[in-house]
């Protein structure tokens, strides 16, 4: 049988603290980049937002496999048990689930993405896939076991869920959360730029209440200097950079001044 070392079950175990990034392309070449720096525990495959093909996802976890790096897929939330599923049995080491609203939701996610075994209580069976070999004969027991040691994390996006973390955090299971500060302000009716004061309350009172219940609140920042109030509230999980916010942040800035100096160039010929 395959058998895999979770690489972010194991930081997790050790309390130890995570850096990875996010990546919108299935291409394994990106995920080859960016783990040649050696400077990420995982990489995180946004199927929430990007097309993908299951051959691909596996392609994505290949990838990571073979720098030592762990993998998490972001589902979304209609499709999750399929896609969840799928992914686990490909080899992805933790999965994001988005758009919960209380602790009932993320009980039967929990349930689909368990093993069907006694010890696990879930509804998730014993695929012929990548984790087994694509062979039916290794013992049951330990691939529930693998099966088992993906992490589960979910975003605390909703008004409902901000309202609801202390339920969700107290469900056995629930290893990660992460506040997200866009789908939290929507279901509000809000404008985030609008309520800065109350977001940042928001997602401290999140990150405060999943330490006190032993669950790792992770958050996603753009810059370094950014990390720091985070540390000081304990946190010690980061998620840096995002494939397009990093190209999008070039293309405007560099582009525009680049675009700018050509312009100036065609004016002083007229």
Same mark, same amino acid.
């Given at each position: 049988?395959?058998?895999?070392?979770n690489?972010?079950?194991?930081?997790l175990?050790?309390?130890?603290?995570?850096?990875n *990034?996010?990546?919108?392309s299935? $291409?394994?070449?990106?995920v080859?980049a960016?783990?040649?720096?050696?400077?990420f525990?995982?990489f995180?495959?946004l199927a929430?937002y990007a097309?993908y *093909?299951?051959?691909?996802l596996?392609?994505f976890?290949?990838?990571?496999? @073979? %720098?030592g790096?762990?993998?998490?897929?972001?589902?979304d +939330?209609q499709?999750?048990f399929?896609?969840? &599923?799928k992914?686990? =049995?490909?080899g992805f080491q933790?999965?994001?689930?988005?758009? %919960?609203q209380?602790a &009932?939701?993320?009980?039967?996610t929990l349930?689909?993405?368990?093993?069907?075994?006694?010890?696990?209580?879930?509804?998730f069976g +014993?695929?012929?896939a990548?984790w @087994? /070999?694509y062979?039916p004969?290794?013992?049951q027991?330990?691939?529930?076991a693998?099966?088992?040691s993906?992490?589960?994390?979910?975003?605390?996006?909703?008004?409902?869920a901000v309202d609801?973390?202390e339920?969700i955090?107290?469900?056995p /299971?629930?290893d990660m959360i &992460?506040? /997200?500060?866009?789908?939290?302000?929507?279901?509000l009716?809000?404008?985030?730029?609008?309520?800065?004061e109350e977001?940042? !309350? !928001?997602?401290?009172?999140?990150?405060?209440?999943?330490?006190a #219940?032993g669950v790792q609140p992770?958050v996603?920042?753009?810059?370094v200097?950014?990390?720091?109030r985070y540390?000081e509230? /304990?946190?010690? #999980?980061f998620c840096?950079?995002?494939?397009f916010d990093? @190209?999008?942040?070039? $293309?405007?800035?560099v582009?525009?001044a680049?675009?700018?100096? =050509?312009?100036?160039m065609?004016a002083a010929?007229?």
């Open positions: 049988m395959v058998t895999m070392e690489k972010i079950r194991r930081l175990k050790e309390g130890k603290p995570t850096v *990034t996010r990546i919108w299935t $291409w394994g070449t990106t080859e960016a783990a040649a720096t050696g400077n525990d995982y995180e495959f929430e097309p *093909t299951l051959p691909e596996e392609n976890v290949r990838a990571c496999e @073979l %720098h790096c762990g993998s998490m897929i972001k589902v +939330y499709n999750r399929f896609v969840a &599923q992914a686990i =049995a490909m933790a999965v994001l689930f988005t758009d %919960h209380n &009932q939701q993320v009980r039967e349930t689909a993405v368990s093993p069907e075994a006694p010890a696990y209580g879930g509804r +014993y695929p012929n990548r @087994l /070999g062979n004969e290794p013992k027991m330990e691939y529930a693998m099966n088992a993906a992490v589960k994390a979910f975003m605390i996006e909703k008004k409902e609801n973390i339920e955090c107290s469900v /299971g629930v &992460q506040f /997200g500060p866009s789908d939290y302000c929507m279901s009716g809000w404008n985030t730029c609008e309520h800065k977001v940042a !309350a !928001a997602e401290k009172h999140c990150i405060e209440v999943a330490l #219940h992770r996603e920042i753009y810059h200097e950014d990390a720091e540390k509230m /304990g946190v010690k #999980h840096i950079g995002d494939e990093i @190209l999008k942040d070039y $293309w405007t800035n582009g525009a680049m675009k700018k100096s =050509a312009m100036e065609t010929e007229i």
